[in-house]
């Protein structure tokens, strides 16, 4: 495959979620020989998420001013992420580049059936240039899930006792590990008894939970540690560290299917109620197939993390974390039989520009 320049544009809304995809992107393109210019309306996060940069990543910040130069400032590619629409400026001066770039809006993460649909389509803009939908997903007629090419590898080489250890946040004889990354979590002091029935270090990272957890007495068996802002792939090795993960929004939630250990996913609530069928949506993907016992606990326990839980006991429950770990495993065998995203990214690409 040939390579590709690519420009990328990211605006952070209200979280870190949207960086974070970009810039795991941004990187994973850059290690396969591609250059990649990220255009971020606020790249502060960087500063602890990548504080080395990467070589063959430029970031620059968003602009509305018109590109001087056509032929050197519009690349190969152009990836507005999550449909945050290039200034149209620098739109103006796509339509002017001859060939025409590649345009994809790469879209948010989804298991709903609307996806394998979407993904791949056409939306034909006045200007004569076409913007191509990018569906991440969770199967093969989706655009798959970012991973880096030796993540496996690195994994299986990964001492987690020994990176605990040398951060001083080894556990206690008997403590299992839990990590927690989290949006506000109305039912949090429900769930510290059900985390402390069997002794537990909990590693909490820094969001809006940290501040409510430090006020609340923390039961017998419950130990926290609060943690500083982790770069990227010290989150990585935090998750593969861990017995039980507590991930939000996008990118926890992908690299912790990575991880392979029982997750907790918090879903970015949405006023109108749209997150709980995308929750569920994935539920089906991910425990299709499960032991029905062990489905029916990874269902309940999911909706009790993200309060839809009408109808549900009063207390949280934990499934039983052995079983749960072993469902997680295949369900990441699984997911490794699809192409990782960036391969079918730049394969996309290649095809509508007409290389080989």
Known sequence: MGLLRWD???RVID??????????????LAARGDTVRLVVDDARALAWMAPQGAAGVEVLPWSDAPPANVGDVVGDVVVEAFGCDPPPAFVDAMARRRPPPVWINLEYLSAEAYVERSHGLPSPQSNGLHKWFFYPGFTPRTGGLLRESALLQQQEAFDRQAWLAAHGWAPRPGERVASLFSYALPRLAD??????????LLLAAPGPAVAPLRALPLPPGLRVIELPWLTQPDYDRLLWS???????GEDSFVRAQWAAAPLLWQIYPQHDGAHAPK????????LDGAPPSLALAVRRAQRQWNGLDAGAPALPELPDLAAWRAWQQAWRQRLLAQHDLTTELRRFALEKAGKP
């Open 8 to 10: 990328l544009f990211c």
């Open 15 to 28: 979280n870190h979620g949207d960086l974070g995809v970009c810039w795991r992107l941004a990187r994973d």
């Open 191 to 200: 769930w510290l008894p059900v985390l402390a029935a069997q002794p537990t």
């Open 242 to 248: 861990c017995d039980l993960n507590a991930v939000r």
């Open 279 to 286: 929750l569920e949506a994935w539920l089906d993907r991910c």
